[in-house]
């Protein structure tokens, strides 16, 4: 069975710094790994998608790579804001999407 | 175009009762997933449903079930509550040849007594 897990579980950070974050998986056969981020009380937010073929995907600020042969991915998040406290979590799609248990973020003013 | 909503918003049962929630996709998506959220397990997948159809299913009892209907709006009903079953379940849908791309509601919290 997939088992995806996230590292850090919390993370605390000043306004502006660049981080860094996780999601490590066991079985490389997967379509595609997405990370979505979540706000208290909402549903989750699609922010990237990175299909098994890929190494890496670009938006704005974020940038996630996918290694699949190794199991892991990073989310690089840049000159990070206040805006961009939640919680971010990591989800690999096989037969089904196995999400990870998330990392929650605080940016600090 | 409205998101996917999800009704009722909050919910609180006793132990052996059973339960309904309904989840309306947007307009024009016929693919719709649901999740349990737990603060132990994290978010799991329970089943998606394209065009009236189980396509597929997660690792959980009978007891929970799902259907959808003729206009994508999909309920999950869960039996004999018990206490683990308190969680936020969401409801993702996606539209055709695009079932990767998902669209979250905000989720129906459901508190078991």
């Known amino acids: 069975k997939q088992e995806v897990t996230q590292i850090p579980a919390a993370l605390s950070v000043p306004e502006g710094e660049n981080l860094v974050l996780n999601c490590s998986f066991t079985d490389s056969a997967i379509y595609n790994l997405q990370w979505f981020r979540q706000d208290p009380g909402k549903g989750l937010t699609s922010l990237l998608l990175i299909q098994s073929s890929q190494r890496e995907q670009t938006s704005g600020r974020l940038n996630a790579s996918l290694d699949k042969s190794s199991g892991r991915s990073t989310l690089y998040i840049a000159a990070s804001q206040p805006g961009d406290s939640a919680t971010y979590l990591c989800?690999?799609?096989?037969?089904?999407?196995?999400f990870g248990t998330g990392t929650s973020l605080t940016v600090i003013p | 175009k409205a998101g996917v909503t999800q009704t009722p918003r909050y919910l609180i049962k006793t132990r052996g009762q059973q339960v309904t929630l309904s989840c309306s996709p947007i307009?024009?998506?016929?693919?719709v997933s649901w999740y349990q959220q737990t603060p132990g397990q994290g978010l799991q997948f329970l089943f998606e449903y394209f065009s009236e159809t189980q396509r597929n299913k997660g690792n959980f009892p009978g007891r929970f079930s799902g259907r959808q209907f003729s206009n994508s709006r999909s309920e999950m009903n869960v039996s004999t509550l018990e206490l683990g079953d308190s969680a936020l379940y969401l409801c993702?849908?996606?539209?055709?040849?695009?079932?990767?791309?998902?669209?979250f509601g905000p989720g129906t919290r459901l508190t078991v007594l």
């Open positions: 307009s024009g998506h016929r693919s």
């Open positions: 989800a690999v799609r096989g037969n089904q999407f196995y």
């Open positions: 993702a849908s996606s539209p055709a040849g695009a079932t990767d791309t998902q669209y």
